[in-house]
Nanobody
């Protein structure tokens, strides 16, 4: 079994920054992609960002492009970060990380919840105006 634990969430003001962490542990698992998703109250879970470990390519939702950065260590792949800058009230949500062994090659597959095998429990991010 693979466990994912997110941390780093909190309450901040608009314009502030936060860095989320995702710690991955458990049985040996050759995951190809790690992604971040978020779910606001009353809304569906949506894609935020992903990193493909084979070539370190990163992918972002248009709503966060230029403000958020996903990063991690390719060798270990067991810690992934989401640096969030210039936060807006609409970024308020529970943020989840997820991993998959699938060799995803398109943004469409990167952004699909069903592409991922394991999920964390989430961390709350609240941005006040």
């Amino acid at each position: 079994q693979v466990q994912l634990v997110e941390s780093g969430g909190g309450l901040v003001q608009a314009g502030d920054s936060l860095r989320l962490s995702c710690a991955v542990s458990g049985r040996t698992f050759n995951w190809e992609v790690t992604g971040w998703f978020r779910q606001a109250p009353g809304k569906e879970r949506e894609f935020v960002a992903a990193v493909k470990w084979s070539d370190a390519t990163t992918y972002y939702a248009d709503s966060v492009k230029g403000r958020f950065t996903i990063s991690g260590t390719n060798a270990a792949k067991n810690t992934v970060y989401l640096q969030m800058n210039i936060l807006k009230p609409e970024d308020t949500a529970v943020y989840y990380c997820a991993v998959t062994s699938g060799r995803l090659t398109t943004i469409a597959r990167m952004s699909a919840r069903g592409s991922y095998d394991y999920w964390g429990q989430g961390t709350q991010v609240t941005v006040s105006s």
